[in-house]
């Protein structure tokens, strides 16, 4: 007699590759039919804590291995002091 409990087939796991600059760190992230929605949501990577990810499919690894990417939204953060640098040279 057999008794499965949380069959370890159920789910898929995607070896997420953080985008952000300077961490580049790699994690793997179990995906169960439960935890489907954090695929269309965003997440924090667990090592530099930048919060807004976003998973990107990134190919087949191998038997339910996926590869992902977190990329990060720029957030409208623009460095514009260069651009104010030169207006305020054109004005002098
Ligand atoms: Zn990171």
Redesign the pocket.
């Known amino acids: 007699m057999q008794i499965s409990i949380a069959p370890k087939s159920s789910g898929i796991v995607y070896r997420v590759a953080?985008q952000?600059v300077g961490?580049?760190?790699t994690f793997d992230l179990s995906i169960t039919a439960k935890r489907a929605g954090i695929l269309a949501s965003t997440m924090a990577?667990?090592?530099?804590?930048?919060h807004g990810?976003i998973l990107k499919p990134a190919g087949r690894l191998g038997d339910k291995v996926f590869s992902a990417k977190?990329v990060f939204k720029l957030t409208g953060v623009v460095p514009t002091l260069d651009e104010e640098g030169d207006l305020l040279t054109d004005i002098n």
């Open positions: 953080c952000n961490c580049s760190h990577c667990p090592r530099c804590r930048r990810g977190l």
